[in-house]
């Protein structure tokens, strides 16, 4: 069965004026492949992995281009017009995919992004996109433990801090006064489970948690020691904003870090700031 919004492994079957038919396995369904998607040494009866989705007239088509999101998947997005009827992102391929009115979280602006979901309407089977993606994310029985390495994709900010999405499926957040370098929305980084709450809301950190946090943060100060000619003008009295700015860390996490290459006889720690040993 040929599945929209998803890659599609098919069988060339006839090349016609518009362009390659391709069929699935069972020879029931066929799309088009338009010429200007047709590679140049795909023959009759070779395969190919195609994306498929529908055109502007509504008609199922199949694309070699790389589309930024899949069929129930969380993207960030951007905006390249709103009209009448929603909004209308760039998603990578000719036609816009389209976020209705209705399925707008806050009213979308064009040349902004935002995080959407894509899903197939049951109104009209086509494919749309929604920034309400929370009632999606919701349906997941969660996948993670405390403590896990994740990957996140940056969300928007709230009073709190800035909400993410992990691992693609679950949604969390990181609370802004842990937060100790510039991010913004869209960036994939990767980050750590820090809390699951009984309600299931997941706290993030973009630091390791607990005693594994001392060794990266340790090697960051070593490493900045080494770049700087063996001096950082920093101390356990320093201004917790210089030690962001410079290091990108908490003092928490500076003051653990600066104590286990004191106790290893690496650094010395002076009024004036540490010294590489």
């Not at 190919?48 to 007239?57: A, L």
């Not at 100060?221 to 009295?237: I, M, R, T, W, Y």
Request: a negative charge; one cysteine or more; glycine letters at 6%.
């Amino acid at each position: 069965m040929i599945e929209i919004g998803k890659y599609n492994v098919l069988t060339a079957l006839r090349l016609t004026p518009p362009g390659m038919f391709l069929g699935d396995k069972e020879g029931e369904e066929v799309v088009l492949l338009p010429n200007k998607y047709i590679p140049k040494d795909l023959e009759v009866d070779q395969e190919i992995n195609v994306f498929i989705y529908r055109d502007s007239e509504d008609r199922i088509i199949a694309t070699t281009l790389i589309p930024k999101i899949h069929l129930n998947e969380v993207a960030c997005l951007e905006v390249k017009d709103v009209n009448d009827h929603g909004a209308f992102l760039d998603w990578g391929l000719e036609k816009d995919l389209m976020v209705p009115y209705r399925e707008q979280l806050r009213k979308m602006r064009t040349g902004e992004k935002y995080l959407v979901y894509l899903y197939v309407d049951e109104d009209t089977n086509r494919l749309a996109a929604t920034s309400k993606i929370d009632r999606f994310l919701e349906a997941f029985e969660l996948t993670v433990a405390i403590g896990d390495e994740v990957d996140l994709l940056i969300g928007d900010t709230s009073e709190l801090g800035v909400n993410v999405i992990i691992n693609g499926i679950h949604k969390g957040l990181i609370y802004k006064n842990e937060i100790f370098k510039k991010i913004f929305i869209g960036d994939k980084i990767k980050g750590y489970i820090k809390d699951i709450r009984e309600d299931n809301k997941i706290d993030v950190s973009l630091q390791v948690q607990g005693f594994k946090n001392i060794e990266p943060s340790a090697e960051i100060v070593l490493e900045k020691l080494k770049a700087n000619k063996g001096f950082l003008k920093l101390n356990d009295s320093s201004d917790p904003n210089d030690i962001m700015h410079k290091l990108q860390m908490s003092k928490k996490s500076f003051k653990k870090a600066i104590g286990v290459l004191f106790k290893q006889k690496l650094i010395s720690i002076e009024d004036d700031g540490i010294h590489l040993l």
